[in-house]
């Protein structure tokens, strides 16, 4: 008779919004979570027994309740709590996942001063976080995603292999563009996530503006490399970095010259570029 090989199921897109409210200002949470079990639930899938099954409704409902009585500022700490509730609630669970993205929501600056009550959402890019937990271990790899970054000089693509197929032309000056994710993992567990989140941040952003680019792969690497010199807390990272193609426009037909001044932007089809880089 066949056997359940892996199974997996929970709730997802659960929509969190949370006020932290403080003497002076106010902080605002806004998060999507997703729940996942993984266990011993044969009987579920075979023979339709939901007496193990812990409703995805319920997860929901545990989301707004834990939300509730939580200080957790951070969503790694939030995620870590959620994990904790569900496995101590559910012996059938083997494993259990959350994931949360994060919206950044930031003060609004009102006559130069920054508004402890009003907000203005800072771009679409995203902070995440993923832990996946058993009873014996927990694994914590945070990240960011929609961190859209371009230059404009110090960016080339020259001496790449060449065959019959190939038109494109090498360049010493370009523009380098990406909408970039990444996603990094612990050594042990640290006491601030949201410090480690912004140095990362930081030295992401610093050393893509310094690099003297020779190719999105040689900007990667730099990037990755200078995150796990200056953040001694992390394993890993793994970076995916998209081009954002602005193509030169040829303004020679209409008699001017296109001094690296004027593009187009062309989303599709772009190049992609996924590496790990490991102490």
């Given amino acids: ?63 707004y309740s834990t939300a509730r009585a939580s200080s957790a500022s951070s969503p790694e700490a939030f995620a870590l709590e959620l994990t904790t ?25 009102i006559n130069g001063s920054s508004h402890p009550s009003t907000f203005r959402l800072a771009g679409e890019e995203l902070q995440t976080v993923a832990v996946r937990a058993s009873r014996t271990a927990t694994e914590i790899r945070s990240g960011l995603r929609h961190l859209v970054i371009m230059k404009t000089a110090d960016s080339g693509f020259e001496g790449f292999k060449k065959d019959s197929l190939t038109t494109l032309p090498e360049t010493a000056d370009r523009l380098l563009g990406t ?73 020679s037909r209409f008699g001017q010259e296109n ?3 004027i593009f187009v932007p062309v989303d599709e089809p772009h190049g992609f570029i996924e590496a790990t880089i490991r102490r």
């Fill in 259 to 261: 001094p690296n001044e």
């Fill in 179 to 251: 909408d970039a994710s990444a996603e990094w993992s612990y050594i042990g567990t640290p006491t601030s996530f949201r410090g480690i989140r912004q140095r990362v941040r930081e030295m992401l952003l610093k050393t893509f503006a310094a690099h003297q680019s020779r190719s999105v792969q040689h900007t990667l690497y730099a990037m990755g490399e200078a995150v796990l010199h200056q953040v001694p807390e992390l394993s890993e990272i793994r970076l995916t970095m998209p081009n954002l193609h602005c193509l030169l426009v040829d303004l």
């Fill in 85 to 109: 509730h569900f496995l101590r609630g559910n012996p059938e669970a083997e494993y259990v996942s959350v994931e949360i993205a994060a919206k950044p929501w930031e003060h609004a600056v």
């Fill in 1 to 63: 008779m066949p056997s359940l090989s892996t199974n997996t199921y929970g709730k997802a897109r659960v929509r969190l919004v949370k006020v932290r409210r403080g003497d002076d200002q106010t902080e605002l949470l806004d998060w999507t979570i997703r729940i996942l079990f993984e266990g011993d639930y044969q009987d579920a899938y075979r023979f339709g027994d939901n007496s193990g099954v812990l409703p995805t409704d319920t997860m929901k409902n545990t989301v």
